[in-house]
C-alpha cells in the first residue's frame, strides 16, 4: 500500500509576525524549528520511513523537511525541490500585517482575499522590494504578481500527477514538505475536497498528514500522525 505524507513547514517569521508572506522567502521562527524536529522524532517514532522527497523552493519549507529527515537519520534521502509546490502568491498583500489589513479595509475585504476560491488579492506592483521575477531560482518562468486558492492548485496538482504520483505508482513512501495553499490543493484532489469546503480547511503547522493509499492511489485512510 503505497504511503504519502503531507508536512506543512513549521511556523515561520512571518506567521509569528502575522503577516501575509506567500513567495517571500522567509525563515523559520525558534518555535518552527521545534515543530519541524518534532515532526521528524514523531515520523521516527510511528515506524514511518521513506523513499524520496519534495518541497518546494523557499526556505521554510526546505528547512522543515531538513530538521525532520535530520531527526529521522534521513538526510540522505534524495529531494525535489520545486516553484509549484510553493505557497500562494499573495500579491500586494505581500509583507503586510493581517490586522492593520483589518483595520483599513475592513474584515470582509481580507476574509475575501485570503479564503475566497477564485479571487486573488490585488497584483504586487512591478519593482516592489517583495518582487522575486528577477529571483534566479525563477529563472525561465513567469513569476505571479498574485494568485488565488484556484492558481495556487492549478499548479500545484499537475505536479502531483506528473512526479508525485509516478513515485507512488513505483512503490515509494514519500514525503512532501510545502505549505499551507499548496498541500490544500494536494489534499482537494487527494480527498474530492468541493470548492467551498476546501478554503475552510486548517492545515496545522509541523503536524505530519499520512495518506495510506491504495495501488491506484486512491485514498484507504487519512489521518494526522499525532492523532493516530
Given at each position: 500500500?503505497?504511503?504519502?505524507?503531507?508536512?506543512?513547514?513549521?511556523?515561520?517569521?512571518?506567521?509569528?509576525?502575522?503577516?501575509?508572506?506567500?513567495?517571500?522567502?522567509?525563515?523559520?521562527?525558534?518555535?518552527?524549528?521545534?515543530?519541524?524536529?518534532?515532526?521528524?522524532?514523531?515520523?521516527?517514532?510511528?515506524?514511518?520511513?521513506?523513499?524520496?522527497?519534495?518541497?518546494?523552493?523557499?526556505?521554510?519549507?526546505?528547512?522543515?523537511?531538513?530538521?525532520?529527515?535530520?531527526?529521522?537519520?534521513?538526510?540522505?534521502?534524495?529531494?525535489?525541490?520545486?516553484?509549484?509546490?510553493?505557497?500562494?502568491?499573495?500579491?500586494?498583500?505581500?509583507?503586510?500585517?493581517?490586522?492593520?489589513?483589518?483595520?483599513?479595509?475592513?474584515?470582509?475585504?481580507?476574509?475575501?482575499?485570503?479564503?475566497?476560491?477564485?479571487?486573488?488579492?490585488?497584483?504586487?506592483?512591478?519593482?516592489?522590494?517583495?518582487?522575486?521575477?528577477?529571483?534566479?531560482?525563477?529563472?525561465?518562468?513567469?513569476?505571479?504578481?498574485?494568485?488565488?486558492?484556484?492558481?495556487?492548485?492549478?499548479?500545484?496538482?499537475?505536479?502531483?500527477?506528473?512526479?508525485?504520483?509516478?513515485?507512488?505508482?513505483?512503490?515509494?513512501?514519500?514525503?512532501?514538505?510545502?505549505?499551507?495553499?499548496?498541500?490544500?490543493?494536494?489534499?482537494?484532489?487527494?480527498?474530492?475536497?468541493?470548492?467551498?469546503?476546501?478554503?475552510?480547511?486548517?492545515?496545522?503547522?509541523?503536524?505530519?498528514i499520512v495518506y495510506d493509499l491504495r495501488d491506484d492511489l486512491s485514498v484507504e485512510r487519512r489521518y494526522y500522525l499525532d492523532e493516530a
Amino acid at each position: 500500500m503505497p504511503t504519502l505524507v503531507l508536512l506543512r513547514h513549521g511556523q515561520s517569521q512571518w506567521n509569528l509576525e502575522n503577516r501575509f508572506t506567500g513567495w517571500w522567502d522567509v525563515d523559520l521562527s525558534q518555535t518552527g524549528v521545534t515543530e519541524a524536529r518534532m515532526a521528524g522524532s514523531l515520523m521516527r517514532e510511528k515506524g514511518l520511513d521513506f523513499d524520496c522527497c519534495f518541497t518546494s523552493v523557499l526556505t521554510r519549507a526546505i528547512r522543515t523537511l531538513h530538521l525532520a529527515l535530520h531527526e529521522m537519520d534521513r538526510l540522505w534521502l534524495p529531494v525535489a525541490k520545486n516553484w509549484h509546490l510553493n505557497e500562494r502568491h499573495y500579491g500586494g498583500l505581500t509583507g503586510l500585517n493581517k490586522q492593520e489589513m483589518i483595520d483599513k479595509v475592513g474584515a470582509e475585504q481580507v476574509k475575501v482575499w485570503r479564503r475566497s476560491y477564485d479571487i486573488p488579492p490585488p497584483p504586487l506592483e512591478l519593482g516592489s522590494e517583495y518582487d522575486v521575477s528577477n529571483d534566479r531560482r525563477y529563472a525561465g518562468i513567469d513569476a505571479p504578481l498574485t494568485e488565488s486558492l484556484k492558481d495556487t492548485i492549478a499548479r500545484a496538482v499537475p505536479y502531483y500527477e506528473q512526479e508525485i504520483a509516478p513515485a507512488l505508482t513505483a512503490g515509494k513512501r514519500v514525503l512532501v514538505a510545502a505549505h499551507g495553499n499548496s498541500l490544500r490543493g494536494i489534499i482537494k484532489y487527494l480527498s474530492n475536497i468541493s470548492d467551498d469546503e476546501i478554503v475552510g480547511l486548517e492545515i496545522p503547522t509541523g503536524k505530519p498528514i499520512v495518506y495510506d493509499l491504495r495501488d491506484d492511489l486512491s485514498v484507504e485512510r487519512r489521518y494526522y500522525l499525532d492523532e493516530a
